[in-house]
């Protein structure tokens, strides 16, 4: 495959999540007394959090990575015409969320690390939060509708099943789990998002498999 620029920069998916998850592992150490079974990863990314600093430089890929990822695919899709309306608009759906996340994340993010939501700034982080996870659940049903319906994305849409299976034993977890394991649901719903991102930036890399092999033929 002769790949082109677009194409490379898919791996900027795969680096936002080894950049994130490297984040979320070596910060626990910069923060004194951070449960990672119980506390929340955004926790450690709060502004005063005394692991905040160390979070901004581990997580740089991650932040920028993600967004270029998902807004190179979503131009991609659109301009080779992938699949159907359905999976295109799955797609943008998904590059919006990323998009909200960054935005919304860095202008709200958390004031006080494991402490409750009072101020104005920790209501709207939750409002972001409430926006990203509708537009991730709308993304990831309309992918898997079209894996369903087309063998073209197929693989996406299974991918896509998963980490949605991911996500909804997030907030069941947070309700069925002991109050000190709340870390452990929560990382799911986080993970399936930067996961399926990073699956996505492999679809990219590899044009989509050459446009399922130039539309099998």
Known sequence: MNRKLINWIGLTGLAALISYA?????????FPGYNWLASAVSDLSAETAPSRQLWD?????????SLVCAT???????????????????????????????????MFALDDAGKGIG??????????????????????????????????????????????????MGPIGMQAFPPQYFGIAERLSIYSAIGLNAILGLYLFNGFENRRKETMG
Do not use: P
């Open 57 to 65: 430089k581990l997580s740089a890929v991650y932040s920028a990575g």
């Open 119 to 168: 101020s104005f700034q920790e209501v709207m982080h939750m409002v972001v939060t409430a926006l990203v996870v509708a537009l991730s659940i709308v993304s990831f049903i309309l992918l898997i509708i079209a894996g369903c319906r087309n063998k073209e994305v197929r693989g996406v849409g299974i991918w896509a099943a998963i980490f949605f299976a991911m996500m909804l």
């Open 22 to 30: 490297a984040a979320a592992y070596f910060c626990r150490a910069a």
């Open 72 to 106: 190179c695919v979503a131009i991609f899709v659109s301009d080779k015409k992938i699949s159907t309306k359905v999976f295109r608009v799955g797609i943008y759906l998904f590059a919006i969320m990323n998009w909200v996340s960054k935005i919304g994340y860095e």
